[in-house]
């Protein structure tokens, strides 16, 4: 949720995956949580201070996001810097756990990335999440325990796998793609992998880059 490029990447990915349905592909799609900075502090500072003192200056903040706000522009993403306030990501990790139980996790991502991106919210805050969890209508006891196991389950999983950096597609179990790529990238990633594990509409595979998008790492960086 706070990595610029998983909003540009998933949002191409959905796209995508509209795309591949379109001619008659199958996808399921499950939401994995990643942490950037698992000990980070919900403090309410604001994104642009804290990268200044991680990066070098106001200066070196301002140049590395300006360049992934021209970007997300392109994709139709408004990304606000001057609003968004840098945060620990578990409870809303928690909260999109929970609304996939309920059949809302996508509606819960976006709606995540709009908060901290461009409503400025605080997405490391129970009370705010707590509050947008109702307005999605999900059933969430975000001061209680409520998919805290699960989650913790799952970040464990993804370190043991070596992930290191987001967004990360993981197809079938054992394909992977790297990074924000093009939206055609993905879709045919799509096709490439149906084709190998017989699950194609389409007649041909077609070779998809498995690497090398613009992502975000566990240092903090976003390759901007």
């Known amino acids: 949720m706070v990595c610029p490029w998983c909003y540009i990447g998933h949002a191409r990915f959905a796209r995508a995956v509209e795309r591949y349905r379109a001619k008659g592909g199958e996808v399921e799609v499950e939401f ?8 980070a502090e919900s403090n309410g500072e604001l994104t642009l201070k804290w ?4 990066f070098g200056g106001s200066e070196r903040a301002a140049q590395m996001f300006g ?7 392109e994709d139709g993403l408004v990304l606000d810097f ?16 929970l609304a996939g139980e ?53 970040l464990a999983h993804a370190r043991a796998l070596g992930v290191s950096s987001v967004p ?32 194609s509409p389409a007649a041909r595979a077609v070779k998809a880059a498995a690497s090398g998008g613009d992502a975000c790492d566990d240092e903090g960086y976003c390759a901007v």
Request: hydrophobic residues 40%.
């Open 102 to 154: 309920q059949g809302k996790g996508e509606e819960a991502l976006y709606a995540l990335f709009r908060a901290h991106f461009t409503d400025g919210l605080d997405v490391g805050s129970r009370e705010a999440l707590s509050k947008l969890a109702t307005e999605l209508g999900v059933r969430a006891d975000l001061e209680g325990e409520d998919g805290a196991a699960a989650v913790k389950e799952e």
């Open 168 to 199: 990360l597609f993981l197809f079938e179990g054992q394909f992977a793609v790297s990074g924000a790529q093009p939206e055609d990238t993905l879709l045919a990633a799509l096709e490439e992998v149906a084709e190998r594990t017989g699950q």
């Open 51 to 54: 990268a200044a003192e991680k």
């Open 32 to 39: 994995r949580p990643f942490q950037l900075a698992p000990d």
């Open 82 to 97: 001057d609003r968004s306030i840098q945060a620990n990501t578990f409870d809303a990790h928690r909260l999109i756990r």
């Open 67 to 73: 360049r992934v706000t021209e970007v997300a522009t």
